[in-house]
């Protein structure tokens, strides 16, 4: 069976703009979350990460044209940036790699997901339209621009569907009801019909089917933009909300990241997105893992990414009970409090061990041996017992790796009562030797980043000979939790464990990964 190994990486996470700041920040105990403040002020801390995409401008600018970088920051949402700095990042710890994954052609592939989209994006495309919405509709409602209003105005006829007239409503309701009553007098405009009539015609008008097409679109282009001018000048309305809809919807889909990637990179091969929420990680390392062992491919460009926490995220997490809000940090196995939502990238170049070796390109960190990966087929979002549980035994037994041989574990532990029950399945499996870490309180939960931060951690101790402190403090560690198991990663670095590592990420919707590693021999 093929060998597979790490040849480049790169992180954007909080307080780490980069990969080096990562790991020099990994050897504190201290903290990485802040305040969040993004409802005005409020209890809640996050992982807001460190980025700034100018920094990647020179190795932009030195392979593309000059508008590619200005249009990268333009059209490309957070998820995507931040995948593009991790990606040009993991280039270099191994000089060449850039050139070598484009000779690959199609047995370089590219797997970058998300956890939640480009959320953010949405949000602010999404109340652009509803402003406009409002505006227009406020303005089609008026009895100015609306006979159906001045003569409903004269008779106050019962009709059907009618809302009530906001003011007599409420004043927290008012807003909703100021909507749905422009909205429905909107509906009924003999104005509003004349100016799509207008509008329609404008349309209408098509690239000629003679001459030369591209100049022949080009005036047509021109010509709309002119006439549509006119028309709002006749009517003096304001924008139609189809016009405040930003085209940026459609660049920063799921598979954006991944496609940016391909492109900055130059690779030809196999380009997607896998989602499966926390899990991610682990499950796009599978795929790169599968696809390299079954030949389908030399290397894989793995990754993950997640928006910078907004409220759309907070608030559901919030929401949902598995978010801390008392504006101090929740670690991991102790109060159970809740956990503190992170974003940011992480991405892996992931390879044939033999052909990169060969070439001379050094292997990083651990080496991936197995992942395993199991659905709960159960619940929303509490975890199983039978579902983590079994995707450890199969990690364990791909790997070739006894209980006993488990030096060091990383949990998935979002510091909710959930823990308790991961260290009890994993005390089921492996024995009390094991020293186990949970790094949540550190940075945060990166819906989808989280799981790769963890494991970089993971691998970059090892390479180091050591396990990273982690905020726990011993007098903290949750009493029942410790009746379980006591052997945790304090705020004090360990010397590294010998034998196997592992590591559980388990995902809402009870997707389950689990992966082990070893070190190199």
């Not at 930003?246 to 130059?266: D, E, F, K, R, Y």
Request: with cysteine.
């Amino acid at each position: 069976m093929r060998r597979v190994g790490i040849f480049g990486w790169g992180v954007v996470a909080p307080r780490s703009p980069n990969i080096e700041a990562f790991a020099k920040n990994l050897e504190s105990s201290e903290t990485w979350l802040t305040p969040f403040n993004g409802f005005g002020p409020d209890n809640f801390l996050v992982g807001t990460p460190t980025f700034n995409l100018a920094d990647y401008k020179p190795w932009i600018d030195e392979r593309f044209p000059a508008n590619r970088f200005s249009q990268l920051e333009r059209k490309m949402g957070q998820p995507t940036q931040y995948a593009i700095g991790a990606f040009i990042q993991s280039l270099a710890q191994n000089p060449g790699i850039e050139k070598e994954l484009q000779a690959l052609g199609t047995k370089a592939h590219v797997y970058v997901g998300t956890g939640l989209g480009d959320l953010p994006t949405i949000q602010n495309i999404s109340l652009d339209l509803y402003r406009a919405q409002r505006r227009w509709d406020r303005f089609w409602a008026s009895p100015e621009h609306n006979g159906a209003v001045r003569q409903w105005r004269e008779t106050r006829e019962p009709l059907p569907g009618l809302p009530p007239e906001p003011s007599t409503i409420e004043e927290v309701e008012r807003d909703k009801a100021e909507d749905d009553w422009w909205h429905f007098w909107a509906g009924r405009s003999p104005e509003l019909r004349e100016y799509l009539e207008e509008l329609r015609e404008i349309e209408a008008i098509g690239v000629p089917d003679e001459g030369d097409v591209e100049s022949a679109k080009l005036a047509v282009i021109k010509e709309k933009r002119t006439r549509n001018a006119r028309l709002q000048k006749k009517w003096s309305a304001p924008e139609p909300p189809w016009n405040a809809v930003s085209s940026n919807v459609l660049w920063n889909i799921h598979n954006t990241p991944a496609s940016q990637v391909s492109m900055l990179g130059q690779i030809t091969g196999m380009t997607f997105a896998p989602v499966a929420a926390c899990s991610s990680f682990g499950y796009g390392l599978k795929l790169a893992m599968n696809a390299i062992r079954l030949g389908e491919a030399k290397a894989v460009v793995l990754g993950m990414t997640d928006a910078a926490p907004n409220p759309l995220v907070v608030g559901g997490f919030y929401n949902a009970r598995v978010i801390s809000a008392d504006a101090a940090v929740s670690k991991p196995l102790t109060a159970l409090r809740g956990t503190h939502i992170a974003g940011g990238a992480v991405v892996w170049v992931v390879g044939d061990y033999e052909h990169f070796t060969q070439k001379g390109f050094k292997a990083l960190g651990l080496e991936p041996v197995a992942v395993g990966v199991t659905a709960d087929a159960d619940h929303i979002i509490t975890p199983s017992k039978e579902g983590p549980t079994l995707a450890i035994r199969e990690a364990l037994d791909a790997a070739g790796c006894q209980p006993e041989d488990v030096g060091s574990w990383d949990l998935h532990a979002t510091a909710t009562p959930g823990d308790f029950l991961e260290v009890q399945n994993l005390r089921d499996v492996l024995p009390e030797s094991v020293l186990i870490t949970a790094r949540k309180g550190t940075f945060g939960h990166g819906m989808s980043a989280g799981g790769g931060w963890e494991l970089t951690a993971q691998y970059l101790g090892a390479e180091a000979g050591k396990v990273f402190p982690t905020p726990l403090a011993a007098p903290e560690l949750n009493k029942q939790i410790a009746k379980v198991h006591r052997r945790f990663v304090f705020n004090e670095e360990q010397a590294a464990p010998e034998g196997c590592s592992g590591k559980l990420s388990m995902g809402v919707g009870g997707i389950n990964a689990c992966i082990i590693s070893r070190p190199w021999k």
